[in-house]
């Protein structure tokens, strides 16, 4: 297949391009690297052997996607562009209202325009809100605590109604965990600009020198340890699963929870990753963060059984393969 990869250049859109090209599909990437560099397109290129290609341009230009679907006839689209950082969506809630629901908007529009019918979409397990876990896709959504999440809870609306009167269209709601780790070459992973915000990316800078210790938020938490639960799911396993979900896509609306069905706590992924790495990581226990819930995982059985996907990789190759790139990233100090 041709597959038009919105945010291609991105953390998990350059993951799953290396494996959509490794199945033989035809890449397009469109992103404006507002959180990427074009170099995670040469990279994929290292990888895969051979290069996608690559439009700078902004999927809320709909001039711009309308060249771009006439000119390459895509016969799917995965979209990953979005903003995601959430701390930044309470502050300007506005741009990101702007972003993710406007290019979920024209992406879908240049869809149908086109009669492309395959439409896989970043969603999260965020989601959710504060549920009982396992989450089930089948679930009743609870509020959501940022504007982050609120796009994701909106575009998966969008898409649900314009699937509803539009019957060839495939709409595919992929529900992500926690992602970490990356591409065991190191040449692609999560290079967060700044301060990071989430933990795997925050033990690795702590690992590498760059931040002196990791602030835990919270040892309170009903968990069996006090510190809050994730399931956090290898990106080369998410990535297989968007394969996965594109060339099985069927019309109607699909949701999949992407997570591995374990719960990991704060200071046992600390511990993998020491372990994982023969290194220490210095901590704190600080208050806990504001809109955090205790536990998050995934029931995942809906994609074993329908989608035949199993994430396969553990925490051990997560921590290994999060610390081998940070070691070979090298725009940090
Ligand atoms: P990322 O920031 O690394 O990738 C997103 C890419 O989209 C970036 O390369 C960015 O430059 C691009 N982009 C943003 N807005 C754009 C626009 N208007 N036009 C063109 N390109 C644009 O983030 P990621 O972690 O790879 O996440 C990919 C998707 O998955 C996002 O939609 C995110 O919300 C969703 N998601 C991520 C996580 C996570 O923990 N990483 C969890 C759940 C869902
Ligand atoms: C966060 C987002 C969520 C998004 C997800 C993507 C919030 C409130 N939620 O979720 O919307 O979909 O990222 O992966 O930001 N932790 C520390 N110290 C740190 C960083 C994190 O103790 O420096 C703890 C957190 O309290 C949490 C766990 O580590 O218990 C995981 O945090 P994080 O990686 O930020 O992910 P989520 O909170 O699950």
Redesign the pocket.
């Known amino acids: 297949m041709r597959i038009l990869v919105t945010g291609g250049a991105g953390y998990i859109g350059s993951h799953t391009c290396v494996e959509l090209m490794q199945n033989k599909h035809e890449v397009i990437i469109v992103d404006n690297l507002v959180n990427s560099k074009e170099s995670a397109v040469e990279r994929i290129a290292a990888i895969t052997g051979k290069a996608p290609l690559f439009y700078k341009a902004d999927a809320t230009d709909d001039q711009a996607m309308d060249l771009i679907f006439s000119t390459h006839k895509p016969d799917g689209v995965i979209h990953f562009a979005g903003l ?1 950082a ?2 930044e969506s309470v502050a300007v809630p506005l741009a990101y209202y702007r972003n993710n629901l406007l290019s979920t908007m024209v992406i879908t529009d240049n869809c149908l325009r086109h009669g492309v019918n395959r439409f896989v979409f970043s969603s ?3 989601v959710y809100g504060d549920n009982q876990v396992p989450f089930l896709e089948t679930m009743e959504l609870l509020p959501r ?2 504007p ?2 609120e796009t994701k809870a909106m575009c998966e609306r969008i898409l649900t109604d314009v699937a509803k009167v539009n019957p060839e269209f495939s709409v595919t709601l992929l529900r ?1 965990f ?2 970490v780790g990356a591409h065991t070459s190191g040449l692609i992973g999560e290079a967060p600009q700044g301060i ?5 990316p ?1 033990i690795t800078q702590v690992a590498k020198g760059i931040r002196k210790e ?5 040892n309170d938490y009903p968990t069996s340890d006090g ?4 399931d956090y799911i290898h990106v080369v396993d998410l990535a297989e699963g968007h394969a996965l979900a594109i060339e099985k896509a069927e019309p109607g609306v699909e949701v999949y929870n992407l997570g591995t069905g374990k719960g990991t706590s ?1 200071l046992e992924l600390v511990k993998a990753f020491e372990e994982a790495n023969d290194l220490q990581i210095p901590y704190s226990i600080v208050e ?2 504001p ?2 819930i205790a536990e ?1 995982y995934a029931d995942a059985s809906k994609a074993k059984e329908k989608l035949g996907w199993v994430a396969k990789r553990g925490i051990v190759e997560m921590c290994q393969d999060a610390w081998r790139f940070e070691k070979s990233y090298e725009a940090r100090a």
């Open positions: 995601k959430v701390g999260s397990a965020t605590t940022n982050y999440g992500y926690n992602p990071p915000n989430n933990l795997m925050y990791l602030r835990v938020f919270g510190t809050g639960v994730r704060v806990r963060r809109g955090d998050c």
